[in-house]
Nanobody, 119 residues
C-alpha cells in the first residue's frame, strides 16, 4: 500500500513555470523509484522523469533541459520543476512510485493533476 498525492498543477502561460509535488505515504520503505508521467487527450501515458532511491535521474527527451526532478527523502516527496513550458506540455501529470518486493516490481499511481499551458 502506497498512497501518492500530487499538488501544484494549474494554468500557466507559454514560457512560464510550475512546480509539481508528490507526497508518498504508506509502505514507503521499499520504494525503488518515483517519477512523473503525463497523458494528454488522445495520447498514451508517457514517462516525463524518474528518480531512483539512489538519486539517478531519467528524463524524456522532450523535457530535457527544461524540467528537473528532485526528491526529499526526509519528507517522502518528489518534485518536478517545469520551466519554459510549452502548449504541448499540457496534460494530466501522474505521480508514480515503484515498489520492489524481492524481484517483483509494483507500480502505484497518484490521482493526477492537470497542467494546462495556454495563452
Amino acid at each position: 500500500q502506497v498512497q501518492l498525492v500530487e499538488s501544484g498543477g494549474g494554468l500557466v502561460q507559454p514560457g512560464g513555470s510550475l512546480r509539481l509535488s508528490c507526497a508518498a505515504s504508506g509502505s514507503i520503505f521499499s520504494i525503488y523509484a518515483m517519477g512523473w508521467y503525463r497523458q494528454a487527450p488522445g495520447n498514451q501515458r508517457e514517462l516525463v522523469a524518474t528518480i531512483t532511491s539512489g538519486g539517478s535521474t531519467n528524463y524524456a527527451d522532450s523535457v530535457k533541459g527544461r524540467f528537473t526532478i528532485s526528491r526529499d527523502n526526509a519528507k517522502n516527496t518528489v518534485s518536478l520543476q517545469m520551466n519554459s513550458l510549452k502548449p504541448e506540455d499540457t496534460a494530466v501529470y501522474y505521480c508514480n512510485a515503484q515498489r520492489m518486493l524481492g524481484s517483483a516490481m509494483f507500480n502505484y499511481w497518484g490521482q493526477g493533476t492537470q497542467v494546462t499551458v495556454s495563452s
